[in-house]
T-cell receptor, first 115, second 113 residues
Framework: AQSVTQPDIHITVSEGASLELRCNYS??????LFWYVQSPGQGLQLLLK??????LVQGIKGFEAEFKRSQSSFNLRKPSVHWSDAAEYFC?????????????FGKGTKLSVKP | NAGVTQTPKFQVLKTGQSMTLQCAQD?????MSWYRQDPGMGLRLIHY???????DQGEVPNGYNVSRSTTEDFPLRLLSAAPSQTSVYFC????????????FGQGTRLTVV
C-alpha cells in the first residue's frame, strides 16, 4: 500500500534562513506527488506538484521540491524563509489503489519561524 | 470565485445527535472528497465521489454517510455522533482526480460532547 512519511513533526527556523522539509513515499512506480500548506484555521493550499519530467519543480511563494526516485523522496525547500511561511506543511501522494483519484497525506510538519 | 464552500464552520453536538455537514463547489469538478484531520494524524479520507450518483468509502468511513445527487453538492452525514468524531472536516474537489489540483474548503470544526 502507498504511504507517505514526514519524519519531522515540528521544525523551527530563523527568518531568512533556508528551509528543507522532508518527505518520503512508498510506491513502486512513478507517483503523483504534492505539497500542501495549511495556515492556522485555514484549508489546504497547493504549493506544488510533480507528475513526470523535470525532477525539480517550482511552486508558489518561492518554494521548490526535488523528486529523487533513488531515495523515494520529495523534499520541499525554500532558500529564505519569511515569517508568513509559519504554517503546517503536508506532503501527499496520489492514490492508485482502492480510492483512486484521492490523496494519501503524511502527518504534516509544523513550521515555526523565529524573528 | 467561491471555490469549495463548507458550512457550518463550527458545530458542537451531543453524543447521539445527527447532523449534516454541507459542501458545495462551483468549479464543475467531478471528484469530491471528505477528509478528517486529527492532531498528529494528517488528513484521512472518509468518503469520496467520482461523479454525481457515484460514491465510495475511504479509509475511515464508519459512522458517516454521503450522497451525491448533483455535481455541485456533496454532504456528509453523521448518523449518531460520538466523541471519537470530534475533528476538523475538510471537503475537497478536483477536476478529474489525483493528477489535477485538489481544492479544499475552509473546514468544519466539530466537537462532540
Amino acid at each position: 500500500a502507498q504511504s507517505v512519511t514526514q519524519p519531522d513533526i515540528h521544525i523551527t527556523v530563523s527568518e531568512g534562513a533556508s528551509l528543507e522539509l522532508r518527505c518520503n513515499y512508498s510506491y513502486g512506480a512513478t507517483p503523483y506527488l504534492f505539497w500542501y500548506v495549511q495556515s492556522p484555521g485555514q484549508g489546504l493550499q497547493l504549493l506544488l506538484k510533480y507528475f513526470s519530467g523535470d525532477t525539480l519543480v517550482q511552486g508558489i511563494k518561492g518554494f521548490e521540491a526535488e523528486f529523487k526516485r533513488s531515495q523515494s523522496s520529495f523534499n520541499l525547500r525554500k532558500p529564505s524563509v519569511h515569517w508568513s511561511d509559519a504554517a503546517e506543511y503536508f506532503c501527499a501522494v496520489g492514490n492508485y489503489g482502492g480510492s483512486q483519484g484521492n490523496l494519501i497525506f503524511g502527518k504534516g510538519t509544523k513550521l515555526s519561524v523565529k524573528p | 470565485n467561491a471555490g469549495v464552500t463548507q458550512t457550518p464552520k463550527f458545530q458542537v453536538l451531543k453524543t447521539g445527535q445527527s447532523m449534516t455537514l454541507q459542501c458545495a463547489q462551483d468549479m464543475n469538478h467531478e471528484y469530491m472528497s471528505w477528509y478528517r484531520q486529527d492532531p498528529g494524524m494528517g488528513l484521512r479520507l472518509i468518503h469520496y465521489s467520482v461523479g454525481a450518483g457515484i460514491t465510495d468509502q475511504g479509509e475511515v468511513p464508519n459512522g458517516y454517510n454521503v450522497s451525491r445527487s448533483t455535481t455541485e453538492d456533496f454532504p456528509l452525514r453523521l448518523l449518531s455522533a460520538a466523541p471519537s468524531q470530534t475533528s476538523v472536516y475538510f471537503c475537497a474537489s478536483s477536476k478529474t482526480g489525483m493528477n489535477t489540483e485538489a481544492f479544499f474548503g475552509q473546514g468544519t470544526r466539530l466537537t462532540v460532547v
